[in-house]
Structure formats: structure tokens, C-alpha cells
């Protein structure tokens, strides 16, 4: 059925989908448009995305680290840093500390050479947060997703600002602030 379909098709279709007929059709166009001529870098975001809202994991964290590398090749820097932090939280989610480390410190280093506030320093909190609950330290998980929110806020990043708050909001449960 896609074969009949341009690349452009598809994309346009899969992005359409993703209010209206859901994720699994969303992977499933753009895994096809991967195939039949390959991605750039955004819908390669895209697809992690929708392989870590169906449970691919493994999927997602390949897909996550090849958009890295893609945004990394365009000169996208901020982009890449972005794709670093969402694969370390997906791996120390995954129990491996070592591997998510190493792309926190990825991600670090890729806006140290951009030298600017932006979204994706809050992004690189989020991994940092998740390490300190992993860590049973949550007063200073609660400060990095505190700090990830007031950034989110600056840059009008909402997706930066519903991870963050719901990082703040567990790790107050966790100290024992139910209200």
C-alpha cells in the first residue's frame, strides 16, 4: 500500500497522523518512508518518538542516537544535544548508568560550544534529575527539574515544561510533600 505513495506522501501523512489515528500509525508510515528513501533528521526524531510511546525501546534508543548523529552531521548542535538527553533518560530508565552517563556528558558538551541560554540545557537536566532520584537524592533532583521548569517557561518549550513539572511533582511526593 505505501509503495503507491510518495516520500512526501508519506511524511506529510505520518505528521498528520499524530493528533487523529495515533503513534502506531505514525511508526508504521515513517518506518515505511525510512525504507523506501530514508530520513532526515526531524523525522528520524519523530520516529523515536513514536517507537517510545509504543514501548519499542530499543527501537526508540537507536532511533534517538541516529537523529544525534544526523543533527550532529547537519551542524544542529542544540538538536543533537536534545536527541543526547532524551536517550540517557531512556537508558537510565533502562538500568544502564554507564551508557546514559555518557550521553548526558554528550549533550553537555555540545552547548558548551554554543555558549547561549536554550531549551535544550533544561532538556539536559532532565537525565541529571533522573540520576539523583536513581541515586535516592531528592532535594537535588527536585532543584534540576525546578531549574529544567523555569527554563521551559523562558523558551515556551512545552513538552520541556510537562517533563520537568512532572519530575518536580514526583520527586515532592517523594519527599513527603503530598499537598
Not at 495515533?22 to 532526515?40: F, H, M, P, T
Not at 551542524?75 to 530508565?93: H, P, T, Y
Not at 536554550?118 to 540520576?131: D, M, N, R, S, V
Request: proline share 2%; aromatic share 6%; net charge neutral.
Amino acid at each position: 500500500r505505501h509503495a503507491l505513495l510518495s516520500r512526501s506522501d508519506l511524511l506529510e501523512r505520518s505528521q498528520g497522523s499524530l493528533g487523529r489515528q495515533g503513534w502506531a500509525e505514525v511508526y508504521a508510515r515513517l518506518s515505511a518512508a525510512d525504507r523506501e528513501a530514508g530520513l532526515g533528521p526531524e523525522d528520524v526524531e519523530r520516529l523515536a518518538l513514536a517507537a517510545h510511546l509504543l514501548g519499542r525501546d530499543s527501537d526508540s534508543m537507536e532511533l534517538w542516537a541516529r537523529a544525534h548523529h544526523a543533527f550532529l552531521a547537519n551542524g544542529d548542535s542544540r538538536r543533537a544535544a536534545r536527541c543526547a538527553s532524551l536517550l540517557a533518560v531512556r537508558l537510565l530508565l533502562a538500568g544502564e548508568m554507564a551508557r546514559g552517563s555518557g550521553w548526558i556528558g554528550r549533550g553537555r558538551r555540545l552547548l558548551e560550544t554554543e555558549q547561549a541560554d536554550c531549551a535544550e540545557q533544561g532538556y539536559l537536566l532532565l537525565p541529571i534529575g533522573l540520576q539523583f532520584v536513581l541515586q535516592r537524592n531528592f532535594e537535588a533532583a527536585h532543584s534540576a527539574f525546578v531549574e529544567a521548569a523555569a527554563i521551559a517557561e523562558r523558551h515556551a518549550d512545552p513538552d520541556l515544561a510537562a517533563l520537568a513539572r512532572q519530575g518536580q511533582g514526583r520527586t515532592l511526593i517523594r519527599l513527603g510533600n503530598i499537598a
